[in-house]
């Protein structure tokens, strides 16, 4: 990929996550960070040889492409703070604020939609490892070379998705929570074989081997996973036996209960 300059606001994990995964490829890009604390991004900067701006706007002023990555909470008063030099520099703005719309971003920035170019995504933090799963929403203003742009610096750290606004909450709860909710399951498994005498690091292992080889025969299998749960239950054998307890303690009511509380607290429900 060409050279350019890529500008973070905000450096915690979802950030250093998408640039230590970047740093595992071959990025051609110049990366600019400021954070709410120096004693936070001046330390990671050197260690990844990004360089590192003293306030948000200069950040701006610097960047191709701005990556907002602060929590909801502080976003108003960032796009109050950046709005000038947004309006001199007319980046590319890239925004992972989860529960923040396109349109609400461009109204705090003063400008009408078909005047900036926003692109809402929603990644995991899996970057770090190039496994990510993005969520990607382009605002009108957006042209696709742009966008092509964005969408190819997250294949270079994983899949992504077009998505409607609408959908975010639900893909949220599919891919920005649920690395989550997998380390749980995989968690319960390691402490079941705790149980049966086996050590939690030998355990953890197998059972994470057993998740990642899955989501693979998945990913690149036509059948359905129902179809491949059927191919793996021998009749009267211990996997059937083995998952109709899991169903009778709710396994599945219990995964989609997880899901809508999630996908509720996204839409301010709960
Ligand atoms: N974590 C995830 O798995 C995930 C997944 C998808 C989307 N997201 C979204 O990504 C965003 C960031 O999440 P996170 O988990 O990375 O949060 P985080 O670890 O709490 O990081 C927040 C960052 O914001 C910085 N910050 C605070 N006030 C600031 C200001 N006024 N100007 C510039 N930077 C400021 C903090 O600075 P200091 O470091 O200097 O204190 C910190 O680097 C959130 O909106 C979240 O919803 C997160």
Redesign the pocket.
């Known amino acids: 990929m060409k050279l350019m300059n890529l500008g973070f ?9 998408i640039i230590n995964g970047w740093q595992t490829k071959e990025l051609d890009a110049e990366i600019y960070l ?8 001046e330390p990671y900067a050197k260690e990844k040889g990004l360089k590192t701006c003293e306030t ?1 706007s200069e950040v701006v002023l610097q960047a191709d492409y701005v990556f ?5 909470i ?2 108003g ?2 796009l109050t ?1 950046i709005k000038a030099a947004v309006k001199r520099q007319k980046p590319v703005i890239v925004s ?5 719309s396109v349109a609400e971003i461009a109204e705090h920035l003063e400008l009408a939609e078909n005047e900036v170019e926003i692109v809402r995504i ?4 899996n970057a770090e490892i190039a496994e990510a799963m993005t969520a990607l929403h382009a605002n009108q203003a957006v042209t696709p070379a742009h966008f092509e742009i964005v969408q190819q610096l997250f294949e270079l750290i994983g899949k992504t998705e077009i998505m409607a606004e609408r959908d975010f909450s639900t893909f ?1 709860a599919l891919a ?2 649920s ?1 989550a909710y997998v380390y749980f399951f995989i968690d319960a498994m390691a402490r079941a074989g705790v149980k049966y005498g086996l050590k939690k690091e030998q355990a953890t292992k197998i059972a994470a081997q057993a998740v990642l080889g899955s989501a693979k025969k998945v990913l690149s299998d036509e059948k359905t996973p129902m179809q491949l749960v059927d191919d793996v239950c021998s009749p009267g054998g211990t996997t059937i036996a083995g998952l109709l307890a899991l169903e009778e303690a709710g396994f599945m009511t219990a995964v989609v209960k997880g899901m809508d509380a999630t996908i509720n607290k996204d839409q301010g429900k709960a």
């Open positions: 606001i905000g450096a915690g994990n979802m950030a250093r996550a400021h954070s709410a604390h120096k004693t936070s991004y948000n907002l990555a602060v929590k909801p502080i976003l008063e960032v703070e992972m604020v989860t529960g923040v929603m990644p995991n933090v949220v920005g929570s690395p």
